[in-house]
């Protein structure tokens, strides 16, 4: 029983997708959080439109909002069971989309007037929550939306692939589509963040579809991951 359990989770989460994915996550922290420190002192734009205005405050999105953290976990992970060619082509999307965020954060820093807050409903307190833990009244990192483009890369990753239920790559889209809603009617990004973040996953998403353009990436962790098999096998 134990041993059919490894092989499932085995399937699951293959051991070579563990460093790259740490390594995703990683350096999302360091351009969210580093952005912002090195952009603390420098005047923000604020990139609000008419269509921005128009659009109302709908708090029980925050749900939506808080569960996309969820799904990108799940998402990613499922990413692995399409085979290291695709997942790296992938993991190579996501990286260069990443640098491009943090190049942007650093020469155009954006921000927002968030709305005040003043009822008590439980999705109320917790928007409130999530604007104190997000910049306060000064929320900055912006354009492009991390939010919307990390929701659309984990439908773009599984479209078509025959590994994954196509019901649950529908679900991915309609899901991706209301997380990138959330941002909006939440006040957490304007539009021109959340098509920014859509047309770069796309743009590099069709870059690396060509030749082998991600074969250095994969290249790269196929090595440490092979250092780190080897260090394990000598350990036992």
Known sequence: MKKRQKRSLAELFPGWAVVPLLFILAVNCLVYWGSGILTADIHHYDFTMNFDRAVPLIPEFIWIYILAYVFWAANYILSAQRGKDIFYRFVATDLTVHLVCFILFLVLPTTNVRPEITGNSLSEQMLRLIYM???????????????????????????????????????????????IVSTQVLKQHYIVDAIGGVVLVEAAWRFYQKGNRHRIVEAAFERFNEKIWKQKEQAV
């Open 133 to 179: 833990m997000d910049g306060g009244s000064s929320p900055s990192n912006l354009f492009p939306s991390i939010h919307c483009y990390v929701s659309w890369l984990c439908w773009r990753g599984l479209k078509g692939a025959d590994e994954i239920p196509k019901w649950y790559q529908n679900a991915s889209l309609v899901f991706a589509v209301l997380i």
